[in-house]
């Protein structure tokens, strides 16, 4: 199994003063990392030997913040040269390179971690860097590097390697496989798996104490499932992920240590010395309660390599028979790194900048993100940045989320950094009632603390004894409710989620049990859904789900049922502006809620729900028009003849749209009348049996009427409106993938979009929409590189307002406003000319007489044979908004 390769610096071209390359050697929170000398000759080198001989699967860079090198080379040899010069240059064999990201867009206020996969077998590891990418920070334009991670397996296993083909062979005879569910995601499922704890990500977050025991824990739970006890690894996996939190935690605390002892601040430094040791002592007492840890927690002395040189289990492993340090002051701090701070750190040493990634392999998020968090994957987490102070020199970055005119009044040690004045005046009422500390939690930069002040309001909240005067339990729901708002804002899941919990144990427990009034329960709903709707079109679909499912939730409370508030939001009409997200989940919502709650007395009603959705039946989003016409049909099976007043009539004007055909189809089916389509069919066949010509042919059978159903878009293109027994789900995928007149391929990304929205598409959609630009006299989409000249000769035909004409971006004519104008210029006789799809159909051959088969093309084929499969095109539809379409 690939794990962590331990190594030593053999050579390095040179360092600036206190960030030698042999900084490298460790892991942890607080270290500096390596820098080149100040205008440096390019390029730079570092050579490591590893502590074996191996083969490479895995290195992991962490970048400096601004110090960057724009590309890193990697060689590898067997061996290292007797003298470091060009003519031994072919002892290392070239791996090949990576390119780092200049850091413009998050202003060098975040670390780029990249992650190289390799399969190359040595002992000697060489990195080379190139210039640095050039920011005004970067003064004496140096590369430094934080961090290097080497994942692999020893290159000579012969004894282990015969040992483990005994155990696949046994297993074989015995049926065990590799894909045994019992082992998924632990070690022994898979030989190359390799476990998160080896990923730098994780000593760079983590209390170096703490992720050896961590690391202790993880093998007993390998060993317990092994031996099938489930119960007792499941407690283990409880203790691991506890131990995460306490491990990044400690982590802060040290560096928060190490910038007092910076600023000789030494009171400071012994109390939060102080603090460490009772928060590390708490966490060992409760794993000790439950039999999880040894009596004396493994302390690791000064240069010990922070991660295990061979694989655990392995015949070369030995296990570290350490006695523990003399019992003196300081003997709980982890002093391995004591001298290994050189960067000068400001009281907010870790980053909390929430900009966007520095590159496309580092995901927008913040930086302190739980480092077991399931929704990033380690190779791709962001690492915090160390900064000087202020004053060390006048180009180091700021601190983005700061305000310097209003920075923070002094912190507590271990406490959440003191409110600003501009803090402290917007929640200076929340600070009367419930106390500066827990608001300056909530406030905090630090999304632990806003995590752990709601958590702990809530348990404060329970505590209230009942007789409490009623108001002080308002001025308590003031106040809570006013955080909740703040805190369901929070773009950090764990926050969010702990609001959820805070308000629902408001509504739920503290109203009743307070026997506070109707008004209170209003106050609550009123100042939080609102916010908490907002959050239904969040970009993350995690969150999009958690807050549509938690208004549901709270909408069936018989606290909240009775006012009938909730149902009121979801009918308010959907804006122009208003997200596709958000939309959606708009819709989704009433339909969920309608079903649960009905019309009577619930804040629904036939007027506002068919005003909603026939309103909704305009929008430019083909899944918001589809809800709307199911929520119709709904609303028409309880309501007919009410649900008709809010329609146009039915007649064949009427019918000429699409959506109000489809509408009045599923009326029919709903009410066991035959549709149109129905009708046509037994009208030709009885115009057929009449026809003496016909005799002697075998009719088809009338079909027989379905069950009144809601699902009248089947075998429907809702966008052209023909009608095919072949439109099953793939034969609808290959009518709009090749046929449907309304819709056309984008040259650029292949994906099937509506000939309407095409400008728009390759402007705001499209994987080449930089490409793009838009010309303000045609206002079509037209190649940046051409735009120049585009504009320069005017020869475009120029664009109508919207209002008076639509413009089509194949002929690029303007023509008749509306939206079945588009049918009879897209799919008439006389429509556009550019439409390839419609000039196919119209010069299509016709049908070979009876008795004789199509002719033969030059190729020897005739189209596609009669039962083979069609291929579904690459990659299949899919969708990025309300024009394209994906897959069903």
């Known amino acids: 199994m690939p794990h962590k390769i331990g190594f030593v610096v053999v050579s390095s071209s040179g360092h600036e003063d206190g960030f030698s390359a042999r900084e490298l050697m460790i892991h942890a929170p607080t270290v500096s990392g ?50 470091f010069s060009p003519c031994h ?70 004894d282990e390697s015969n040992i483990a083909s005994r155990e696949k062979l046994i297993d074989h005879y015995l049926g065990h496989t590799t894909e045994d569910p019992a082992l998924e995601g632990t070690c022994t499922g898979k030989s190359d798996y390799i476990s998160p704890l080896d990923d730098l990500a994780f000593d760079m977050y983590q209390d170096p104490e703490v992720a050896q025991i961590i690391r202790k824990l993880d093998e007993r739970k390998r ?31 040290e560096v928060e240590k190490r910038c007092a002892v910076e600023k000789e601040d ?30 004396e927690p493994v302390r690791r002395p000064l240069g010990l390599p922070l991660q295990p040189l061979v694989p655990p289990g392995s015949p070369r492993h030995q296990p570290a028979t350490l006695s523990p340090p003399p019992q003196e002051e300081g003997v709980t701090e982890n002093r391995f790194a004591e001298a290994l701070l050189q960067d000068k750190l400001s009281s907010h040493s870790l980053d909390t900048s929430q900009q966007p990634p520095v590159d496309q392999s580092l995901p927008a998020t913040h930086p302190h993100l739980k480092t077991h968090l399931q929704s990033l994957p380690y190779d791709e987490r962001p690492l915090p940045a160390v900064h000087k102070q202020p004053g060390a020199a006048a180009v180091e970055p700021e601190d983005g989320d700061a305000d310097m005119s209003e920075a923070p009044r002094g912190a507590t040690a271990g406490e959440p950094e003191r409110l600003t004045e501009k803090a402290l005046r917007e929640a200076s009422c929340a600070v009367d009632v419930l106390g500066e500390a827990l608001v300056a939690g909530a406030y905090s930069k630090t999304w632990s603390y806003r995590e752990d002040a709601l958590l702990t309001l809530c348990e404060r909240l329970g505590e209230m004894p009942v007789g409490t005067p009623k108001e002080d339990l308002r001025s308590a729901l003031r106040a809570s409710v006013f955080l909740i708002r703040r805190a369901i804002r929070d773009i950090v899941t764990p926050v969010f989620q702990a609001s959820l919990k805070l308000l629902k144990m408001v509504i739920t427990q503290y109203i009743p049990k307070h026997k506070l009034s109707k008004l209170d329960t209003t106050y609550c709903v009123e100042r939080t859904v609102p916010v908490l709707l907002t959050r239904t079109g969040d970009s993350s679909a995690r ?63 036939v007027d506002n729900v068919m005003k909603f959705s026939v309103g909704a039946l305009e929008h430019r989003v083909y899944e918001v028009r589809e809800t709307a016409v199911r929520i119709i049909w709904d609303m028409y099976k309880e309501h007919r003849a009410l649900t008709l007043d809010y329609l146009p009539p039915d007649d064949s004007s009427t019918r000429k749209n699409v959506l109000y055909k489809t509408i009045f189809e599923g009326f029919a089916k709903l009410d066991g009348r ?47 409106g023909e009608r095919s027994d072949s439109f099953t789900e793939e034969g609808l995928d290959l009518h709009y993938w090749k046929q449907c007149l309304m819709l056309t391929r984008c040259d650029h990304c292949r994906q099937v979009v509506e000939i309407a929205s095409l400008t728009e598409h390759l402007l705001t959609e499209c994987d080449k929409k930089d490409g793009f630009g838009k010309c303000y006299r045609c206002n079509e989409a037209v190649l940046k590189e051409e735009l120049p000249k585009h504009i320069k000769t005017r020869d475009c035909n120029p664009a109508k307002p919207e209002k008076l004409a639509n413009r089509c971006p194949l002929c690029h004519e303007n023509f008749t406003p509306g939206e079945e104008a588009w049918k009879a210029h897209l799919m008439g006789a006389a429509g556009c000319t550019m439409n390839l799809r419609r000039t196919h159909v119209l010069h299509k051959p016709a049908a070979p007489p009876p008795g004789k088969g199509p002719a033969m093309s030059k190729s020897g084929t005739s189209g596609t044979k009669v039962g083979s499969k069609i291929p579904t095109p690459k990659g299949g539809l899919s969708r990025s908004s309300g024009r394209t379409y994906t897959k069903r």
């Open 34 to 83: 390596w820098r080149s000398p100040r205008f440096c000759q390019f390029p730079q080198e570092i050579v490591l030997q590893m502590v074996e001989r191996c083969r490479i699967r895995k290195l992991q860079l962490l970048a400096h913040q601004y110090m960057i090198p724009s590309r890193v080379e990697f060689y590898i040899s067997e061996s290292l040269p007797e003298c």
């Open 266 to 295: 030494y009171d400071l430094a012994k109390e939060k010395k102080q603090q460490m040791e009772r928060y590390r002592g708490r966490a060992y007492a409760r794993l000790q309660l439950h039999g999880l840890l040894d009596a």
């Open 89 to 158: 240059a072919e002892r290392f064999r070239r791996l090949g390179y990576v390119s780092l990201c200049d850091n413009e867009m998050t202003g060098c206020k975040a670390r780029e971690l990249k992650s190289v996969y390799v399969d190359a077998v040595g002992q000697f590891l060489k990195l080379i860097f190139h210039e640095n990418h050039t920011n005004k920070y970067n003064v004496y334009n140096q590369v430094a590097l934080v961090a290097i991670n080497i994942i692999g397996d020893p290159a000579d296993l012969g």
């Open 674 to 720: 035959p549709t149109d389509a129905e009708i046509r069919e037994k009208e030709s066949e009885a115009t057929k049996a009449k026809d003496p010509d016909a005799r002697g042919r075998k009719a088809a059978p009338p079909s027989t009427p379905d069950a009144p159903d809601t699902r009248c878009l089947d075998n429907l293109c809702i966008f052209c």
């Open 543 to 605: 969150l999009r789900i958690v807050a549509s499912n938690f208004i549901q939730e709270i909408a069936l409370f018989k606290e909240v049922k009775s006012l009938q508030m909730i149902p009121s939001y979801l009918v308010q009409p959907l804006k122009a502006n208003t997200s596709t997200h958000l939309a959606l989940s708009q819709m989704d919502l009433l339909a969920r809620l309608l079903k649960d709650l009905g019309t009577s007395d619930t804040g629904f009603t």
């Open 223 to 253: 060993e317990a499932v092994q031996k099938e006890r489930y119960d007792y690894a499941k407690k283990l996996k409880q203790a691991i992920a506890d131990l995460q939190k306490v491990g990044e935690r400690l982590g802060r605390f």
